[in-house]
Nanobody
């Protein structure tokens, strides 16, 4: 199982970024996917969830209306569109899936929101 995130970077407050997570090593379309984030000195927190076929999504309260999770099962990729970014969104963002054997994580991608 491999999860590889990309798309992070430095963005000004109010800006947008789209993160991608390319998955391999398992049947991607059979499993839900999640994005988490971890800011310096804080615990890792759930950002968004999407069911295996993309029918159901869920977001942490502070991300509702600003972030959108989506997936392309033909490309084995899950996305996180982030709009109206705030300095408080600065964190390392991780892709996650939960298989029979346990939780799997990517290496993370850094998002920094700063002027």
């Amino acid at each position: 199982v491999q999860l590889v995130e990309s798309g992070g970077g430095l963005v000004q407050p109010g800006g947008s970024l789209r993160l991608s997570c390319l998955a391999s090593g398992f049947t991607f379309s059979s499993y839900a996917m999640r994005w988490y984030r971890q800011a310096p000195g804080k615990e890792r927190e759930l950002v968004a969830y999407i069911s295996n076929l993309g029918v159901n999504t869920n977001y942490a309260d502070s991300m509702k209306g600003r972030f959108t999770i989506s997936r392309d099962n033909a490309k084995n990729t899950v996305y996180l569109q982030m709009n109206s970014l705030e300095p408080e969104d600065t964190a390392v963002y991780y892709c996650n899936t939960r298989l029979t054997g346990g939780d799997y994580w990517g290496q993370g991608t850094q998002v920094t929101v700063s002027s």
